[in-house]
């Protein structure tokens, strides 16, 4: 094709190398949601884990204690039975002694049993929430991979489909600016084309000399001495 077309052949490819960018970074993105509602779907399984532990553990607090106070209970059953064969006053005032000990610290566990029991219903109140979380999450990361398998096809099948726009136009490009062309696209993407804006390079802004402007002006590319982009006029007819 003519040189003073080039151009026009790059401000097309540019913005469908733009559209290859997008549509790649849409397909990019799905995996990306998966993994962060998986994660979240972890840590609601693992906070659900520890509430179990967390009830496990209670409840032996409590099975623990009922079986401190059977063996006390059962301690002082055998102290009365002594002290009702006590031999004399002193023996029978010491067993007596002991028994009050016992009791008074029996009252005391039994005031433990009944909090370790209310920390155990205060645990166990906390499960329908804990499972609803978990099931939520999980709802939502079946749901969510459903829907970004649905849309990967069809950005899929977009993505061949621009390509093949973008081959068709590459091959419209004459040897030297596909050079230039190729050089940018492989290092930078699409960000390695950039119009020209007032007379200043679109993508760093810097201005541009009198020479660079008259060639973009006549319909050619050229490239940014500042960062390297290749440069065209957006506003060239087709």
């Known amino acids: 094709m003519a040189v003073a077309t080039a151009a026009v052949v790059i401000r097309t490819l540019h913005r469908i190398q733009r559209q290859l960018t997008d549509l790649r970074g849409r397909l990019a993105a799905g995996p990306r949601q998966i993994a962060a509602q998986t994660g979240r779907l972890t840590a609601?399984?693992?906070?659900?884990?520890?509430?179990?532990?967390?009830?496990r553990l209670a409840r032996k607090k409590v099975d623990d204690k009922q079986l401190q106070l059977r063996s006390s209970e059962a301690k002082i059953t055998d102290l009365e039975a002594k002290r009702n064969t006590a031999k004399t006053n002193r023996e029978y005032q010491l067993l007596g002694e002991q028994i009050d000990a016992d009791r008074a610290a029996i009252r005391v566990l039994e005031d433990e049993i009944l909090e370790a029991l209310e920390g155990v219903d205060a645990i166990?109140?906390?499960q329908p929430a804990a499972d609803k979380q978990v099931n939520e999450a999980s709802a939502t990361l079946d749901s969510l991979k459903q829907r970004?398998?649905?849309?990967?096809?069809?950005?899929?099948?977009?993505?061949?489909?621009?390509?093949?726009?973008?081959?068709q136009a590459e091959a419209d490009l004459t040897d030297d600016v596909r050079e230039l062309y190729h050089r940018v696209v492989k290092h930078k993407g699409e960000d390695g084309m950039a119009t020209s804006e007032s007379g200043c390079c679109g993508g760093c802004h810097q201005q541009?000399?009198?020479?660079?402007?008259?060639?973009?002006?006549?319909?050619?590319?050229?490239?940014c001495r500042s960062c390297g982009r290749l440069l065209y006029e957006p506003d060239l007819p087709s």
């Open 148 to 167: 970004i398998s649905d849309e990967a096809a069809q950005l899929e099948q977009d993505v061949a489909h621009v390509t093949k726009q973008l081959e």
């Open 124 to 126: 166990t109140a906390e």
């Open 44 to 55: 609601a399984e693992s906070a659900r884990t520890q509430l179990a532990e967390s009830l």
């Open 208 to 223: 541009l000399t009198g020479k660079l402007l008259s060639q973009l002006l006549a319909g050619n590319v050229a490239m």
